[in-house]
Nanobody, 115 residues
């Protein structure tokens, strides 16, 4: 059973930075893609950033230029560097891994940006 464990969330002031980590229990080469999603209570879970097996990345328009997704293959970890944070970035952030047609999820980590 694949496990994804997120860490790095917390409370930060607007304009600040946080780095989220997602540690996988297996080699991340296993996955077709890994990504970060976020969810606000009562809303759907939205894609924030994705990195596919080739290393290509893509971002939601709302975070382009501010967030960067990366991976450390040796540590089986994917990161989300979040800079210039805004109050509207406040959400629970979830790590996701896709293998064929199956999706694995982490437990989520809360990010709160104060104004």
């Amino acid at each position: 059973q694949v496990q994804l464990v997120e860490s790095g969330g917390g409370l930060v002031q607007a304009g600040g930075s946080l780095r989220l980590s997602c540690a996988a229990s297996t080699s991340i080469f296993t996955f077709n893609a890994m990504g970060w999603y976020r969810q606000i209570p009562g809303k759907q879970r939205d894609l924030v950033a994705i990195i596919i097996s080739s290393g290509s990345t893509d971002y939601a328009d709302s975070v382009k230029g501010r967030f960067t997704i990366s991976r450390d293959n040796a540590e089986n970890t994917v990161y989300l560097q979040m800079n210039s944070l805004k109050p509207e970035d406040t959400a629970v952030y979830y790590c996701n891994a896709k293998y064929r047609n199956y999706y694995y999820w982490g437990q989520g980590t809360q990010v709160t940006v104060s104004s």
